[in-house]
């Protein structure tokens, strides 16, 4: 309606302004007026173009005043159309994302009925598994009922397993004493064998002469803890002259020592010196290198080192026996009394002593002896040799008897012989 309104509204004012310029240009021409020095015919002409163009300009003035959409239509076409082939674009954009998004649509649709299958059918298997479930129970029931009596059985088994195990390690402990017994006897026959092989040496080297030092016999023994390295000179020089009068007391009692006769070749003092020199505690002793007889002039030695160790400890047993009930004889007691001594010699020995022998208190052992050969009948009494106090390697090894029993009683003094 708006638009009919407008088109009649140009009309009107059209012919109003165009009657207007008619008789505007009339009176001008009639008036014969001038403009710019023009003609009154060509001014007459300029009224009537210049009253048209007015009439085109305020036509078209009031139709953009009254339509909004001329106005958007002459000013921003461009504009419009531009937005137009944007907005077809961006339609087929979202014409292609329809068509993707009803494929994914139609996928996701798929999908769900697959998975509705997949869980009627997990729902299938869960059914089963639990039907299942309920069967294993039943069956691990009457397993258990049956197993009651199976699991007695087994107690009863171990048990008597246990008791077997017993008695085996009771066994094997009574083999194992055996065997130690059987082992310590043969060491002390190979023991004996030394010894006898060291008597025929020396019962042949009696027959040439009197022996006054063995072949291996200490001639002196010290243990060396040095503060400087240059005190090794003044220690050896020590134990040589030491030595010296040891070997002059042996070769020649009553003679004084002035004169030098124990030979101890130069390299080995040489070597002797650059050992003590590195540190630790050192147990040095000059040991003759052959027998020696009463009276000769000269000893040939050597020097003998090796580091300082405790080799016993206080209380620790060195050599183990037992005398059966039958063994009652004073003689047989003290043979077995000299053999346990033997053996824990012979152990001291092999942990690296330099003592020649034990120390103990021999009318301790008289008594022990006496009392073993006085004991009941049917008792087996088990004897122990006991270190009585810490020995380092050049230390003398003190020992003790014991008879372990309830009372106390048996166990020697330790002494010196």
């Given at each position: 309606m708006s638009g009919w309104l407008l088109i009649l509204a140009l009309l009107v004012l059209g012919g109003v302004l165009s009657t207007l310029g008619d008789r505007l240009g009339s009176r001008v021409g009639k008036a014969r007026l001038s403009l710019f020095n023009l003609r009154p015919r060509k001014t007459a002409v300029v009224i009537t173009v210049l009253t048209g163009s007015l009439i085109s300009a305020v036509s078209l003035g009031l139709m953009l005043l009254v339509s909004e959409r001329l106005r958007v239509g002459l000013f921003e076409l461009d504009q419009i159309q531009d937005r137009l082939r944007d907005s077809r674009a961006a339609l087929k954009r979202n014409e292609g994302e329809l068509t993707r998004t009803r494929g994914e649509?139609?996928?996701?649709?798929l999908d769900l009925i697959t998975a509705k299958r997949r869980r009627d059918q997990a729902l299938a298997s869960q059914r089963r598994a639990r039907d299942q479930l309920v069967a294993a129970e039943r069956r691990v029931d009457t397993l258990r009922r049956e197993l009651q009596p199976l699991q007695a059985e087994r107690a009863r088994l171990e048990a008597e397993r246990a008791r077997l195990s017993r008695e085996v390690q009771g066994r094997?402990?009574?083999?194992?004493?055996t065997e130690a017994e059987l082992a310590s006897v043969r060491q002390r026959i190979a023991?004996?064998?030394?010894?006898l092989k060291d008597l025929e040496t020396n019962v042949i080297a009696l027959r040439r002469g009197d022996v006054v030092i063995a072949s291996g016999q200490p001639?002196?023994?010290a243990k060396v803890q040095l503060q400087r390295p240059d005190q090794a000179k003044q220690v050896i020089d020590a134990l040589l002259q030491e030595s010296n009068r040891a070997?002059?007391?042996?070769?020649?009692?009553g003679q004084p020592p002035n004169r030098q006769i124990l030979l101890v070749p130069r390299s080995d003092i040489t070597r002797l010196e650059s050992l003590l020199a590195t540190?630790?505690?050192?147990?040095?002793?000059?040991?003759?290198?052959?027998?020696?007889?009463?009276?000769?002039?000269?000893?040939?030695?050597?020097?003998?080192?090796?580091?300082n160790r405790q080799v016993v400890e206080q209380g620790e047993v060195l050599s183990r026996t037992s005398l059966e009930p039958d063994v009652r004889d004073p003689e047989a007691v003290r043979s077995r009394l000299n053999l346990l001594l033997a053996a824990a010699f012979a152990k001291v020995q092999r942990q690296g002593t330099l003592a020649n022998g034990l120390q103990f208190d021999a009318a301790s052992i008289n008594a022990l002896a006496r009392d073993l050969s006085e004991r009941p009948a049917g008792v087996?009494?088990?004897l122990e040799a006991v270190a009585t106090q810490n020995a380092d390697t050049p230390d003398p090894i003190s020992v003790e008897l014991r008879w372990p029993r309830k009372d106390g009683a048996g166990a020697t003094r330790p002494g010196r012989p």
């Open positions: 649509l139609e996928r996701s649709r094997d402990a009574e083999i194992r004493r023991a004996g064998a030394k010894e001639l002196a023994t070997a002059f007391q042996l070769l020649l009692p540190p630790g505690t050192w147990v040095v002793s000059i040991r003759s290198a052959a027998n020696v007889l009463r009276g000769e002039a000269q000893v040939l030695a050597f020097p003998d080192l090796r580091p087996t009494a088990n």
